[in-house]
């Protein structure tokens, strides 16, 4: 290879190192500001409103540079090395996933054909470095936490890969990019509407996702009901820091794959096929594929705070339950029901089933949206089933106590 191919391929790489760490690294620091304001709103709270204006826009990077100069401590009954290991084995878990997740068409940093593969392998990897962690603590509170969660992604992850595998089934290939030009035009030509069996998988993937983040009700690893904080228990400053960078990475690269496999990747269902597949707006294009992209994932990641701060945690067993007796054998009739739809009645009923779903899908949202809109008044104004969009300081969830 010439040596301007090889300085052009590794200044390529570089670049795209860069604006990938620094996108997960931005994400997390408005993950972590959203998540509090949610957290806020739903429990009858304003969240952040302080530091930097009225909505605390500054108050994560505030406490980013907490995080930065506060002690590092490490315990004395503790395995350095994996206790110094792990932060950084989770968080280039969640990271490494950002290498195959385009962004836009053609805009991803390795174009692979197995990029969905690539995508599950590297994102499994994020729970060795909560065992790590967990194990090299010297803590019965942390080595708790470790091993819970290695149970708990080692059992969602099989579900989650099954319904991974029926959209590859629907559209023949693993390539992401191709995935998200295959989805062109209005919404109901995305993968969700294509029949009963994606609708049901885009559910399952997300629910099975939400478990593999540890997310709430999930949330079994951490439970600070129980364990204290769980594998981060004995962990500060910056190494603590690492492994919530890897959570909210981790969430949004499984919303991005969500949106790429059921969503219409970064297609926004609003424009015909004709524009959809249209070159002439060219790099303005893609930035504006780009902004859909990163909104639809945003969306995703809100709906993940929204359960986790309205649902209860569920204990070890009924997490297991779940899994095992509920969401494994779903998963399967999904893949076997699929595979028979796309074999006997695809060819028959050809474009019913998407007419069908996006139809009731989007009367539903009208509906919700209408009753929004026009019964505000009519919600209580105290509770947690209250009038959470309300102006702080007014009536309902943002009301000031």
């Known amino acids: 290879m010439p040596s301007a191919e090889i300085l052009e391929a590794v200044l390529w790489a570089l670049l795209s190192c860069v604006l990938l760490i620094s996108f997960v690294a931005v994400s997390a620091v408005f993950f972590i500001w959203l998540e509090r304001k949610v957290a806020g709103r739903i429990q009858d709270r304003l969240g952040p409103t302080r530091v930097g204006g009225k909505f605390g826009w500054l108050q994560t990077l505030a406490d980013g540079v907490k995080l930065l100069v506060k002690e590092d401590l490490i315990p004395g009954e503790a395995d350095q090395m994996l206790f110094r290991v792990g932060p950084y084995v989770a968080y280039a878990g969640a990271y490494l996933a950002f290498i195959a997740l385009p962004f836009a068409r053609g805009w991803v940093a390795l174009n692979l054909n197995i990029a969905v593969f690539f995508m599950l392998a590297v994102m499994s990897t994020e729970v060795f470095g909560i065992i790590l962690g967990g194990y090299g603590s010297g803590s019965k509170w942390a080595l708790f936490g470790g091993m819970r969660e290695a149970a708990q992604v080692v059992s969602y992850e099989v579900p989650m890969a099954i319904c991974v595998l029926v959209p590859v089934i629907v559209l023949g290939t693993m390539n992401l990019n191709t995935m998200g030009e295959q989805q062109v035009g209005f919404f109901w030509n995305w993968n969700i509407f294509h029949d009963p069996f994606t609708f049901l998988a885009f559910w399952t993937y997300f629910t099975c ?56 990747g970064w297609q926004s269902g609003l424009v ?27 969306v995703l990641v809100f709906v993940m705070m929204w359960v986790r701060w309205t649902l209860p945690r569920l ?3 009924q ?10 054998p779903i998963s399967c009739v999904l893949l076997l029901g699929v595979s028979v739809w796309q074999v006997t009645l695809a060819p028959i009923v050809a474009d019913v089933p998407r007419w069908v779903l996006s139809g009731v899908c989007l009367a539903v949202v009208v509906v919700t949206l209408f009753k929004l809109v026009t019964t505000p008044s009519e919600m209580p104004t105290k509770g947690i089933a209250a009038n959470w969009w309300a102006t702080p300081g007014t009536s309902g969830l943002g009301a000031t106590k």
């Open 209 to 264: 996702g939400t478990a593999s983040c540890h997310r709430a009700p999930f949330d079994l690893a951490e439970a600070e009901s129980e364990l204290v904080a769980g594998f981060h228990t004995e962990y500060s400053g910056l190494r603590w820091s690492f492994f919530f960078m890897a959570e909210y990475g981790s969430m949004f690269a499984l919303s991005g794959l969500a949106i790429l496999l059921f969503l219409g």
């Open 272 to 298: 015909p096929m004709e524009l959809s597949n249209s070159d002439t707006l060219g790099v303005a294009g893609n930035v504006i594929n780009t902004i859909v992209f990163i909104v639809k994932g945003w």
């Open 315 to 317: 204990r070890i067993d």
């Open 319 to 328: 997490v297991m339950m779940t899994c095992l007796k509920y969401l494994l």
